[in-house]
């Protein structure tokens, strides 16, 4: 009996160190369950806070006002009437997506972190709503006036820029053109005519770009408008209506620009060049700017862009001229004469 008794015990004592080393371990695994969990809470959490900053640096970016000697076109600087109207409904639009935003993101954090899956739940089901009408009309209601109220200032804006009545002192350009601080885009479509219009509230030189790819050289399709009041204005069509300055000192420069290629493309006023592929060059060096804008307009930029356009403008279809050196020095000197 006593042997049976001591055999009991040691059983018992056995069942027992089984019995607290399971507890021990299922408590291991819940603890490592816990934390598995809250690493998910906490990647998705910091997820949602970078997405955030990363909103936030963007919109910090968009408004940040350029330097003056590195302007950078932006619709959140607007310098003209349809301008301020796009940007206006820009940050209207802006407004309500990121409200819209960060409802979505606090309910979605609060889902993940107070429905995240527990200890022992594993088996319990959720509450279900089944046919709740106050949810049902929430969830088609509120899109449908937030979808109505953003189509309606927009359709606003666009009635307002394309039907404004054209005064009779308007200048008409030709030009596929976007120029973010003046104007909203307008594409160019085949066999269709689109107008636009603007109205500069300040002088100064506005930059705008080419926004559709468009070739190997769409990223240097540049556009630059000067601004002028009407005096300057009027100043700068004076001069360019003057006939060419003859230099007779570059004659061989102009002998070179003459008989080669270069007429086919060009127009000097004054001469038997009148391409119209190309710029007119008769008042080439009132311009700041070669190749669309690409770069500056000084001596040795214009001798690479003849030499070798692609350095400048990669896919440019301005032909390599080939010159000698002496042409090519002599057409340089002879188009710096081009006042």
């Given amino acids: 009996m006593l042997r049976q008794t001591d055999e009991q015990t040691l059983t ?62 932006s619709i959140f600087e607007p310098h003209s009437t349809p301008a301020e109207s796009i940007y ?36 319990r089901e959720p509450a279900q709503v089944y046919g709740s009408t106050q949810i ?6 509120i899109p449908i006036l937030i979808v109505v109220v953003l189509f ?8 307002a820029i394309q039907d404004a009545p054209k005064p009779e002192t308007a200048v008409e350009v030709t030009a596929s053109f976007w120029v973010p601080q003046l104007a909203g885009k307008t594409d160019l479509i085949p066999n269709r005519i689109n107008e636009m219009w603007m109205d500069p509230h300040s002088t100064g030189i506005f930059l ?54 270069c007429v086919n493309c060009h127009a000097v006023g004054g001469t038997n060049a009148t391409g119209r592929f190309g710029p007119d060059l008769t008042h080439l060096m009132s311009r700041r700017t070669i190749a669309a804008g690409a770069a500056e307009n000084t001596k040795e930029n214009l ?15 301005m032909p390599a001229m080939q010159l000698t050196d002496a042409d090519l020095d002599a057409l340089v000197r002879y188009l710096e004469t081009l006042q």
């Avoid at 309606?152 to 009635?159: E, F, K, P, Q, Y």
């Avoid at 001798?303 to 279809?317: E, H, Y």
């Fill in 208 to 261: 705008g770009q080419c926004a559709q790819y468009c070739g190997t050289q769409h990223a240097k399709m540049l556009l630059r408008v000067s601004v002028d009041s009407p005096e300057a204005f009027q100043v700068w069509i004076d001069a360019q209506k003057q006939p060419m300055i003859q230099d007779e000192k570059e004659t061989a420069g102009r002998r070179v620009f003459e008989t080669t290629a």
């Fill in 88 to 123: 206006h409904l820009s940050r209207f639009v802006l407004a309500i997506t990121a409200l819209i935003f960060l409802v979505v993101a606090t309910l979605l954090t609060y889902a993940v972190v107070k429905f995240r899956n527990k200890a022992g739940a594993a088996q």
């Fill in 303 to 317: 001798r690479l862009w003849i030499q070798n356009p692609d350095a400048i403008k990669p896919g440019s279809l």
């Fill in 12 to 73: 018992g004592r056995g069942l027992l160190k089984l019995m607290a080393r399971g507890e021990k371990e299922a408590q291991s695994a819940m603890a490592e369950k816990h934390k598995a969990e809250w690493r998910v809470v906490v990647g998705r959490a910091t997820g949602i806070l970078v997405l955030l900053t990363g909103i936030l640096f963007a919109a910090g970016l968009c408004t940040a006002t350029p330097q003056p000697d590195n302007p950078i076109p």
């Fill in 136 to 141: 049902e009309l929430a969830w088609t209601v």
């Fill in 152 to 159: 309606l200032a927009t359709a606003r804006v666009i009635h």
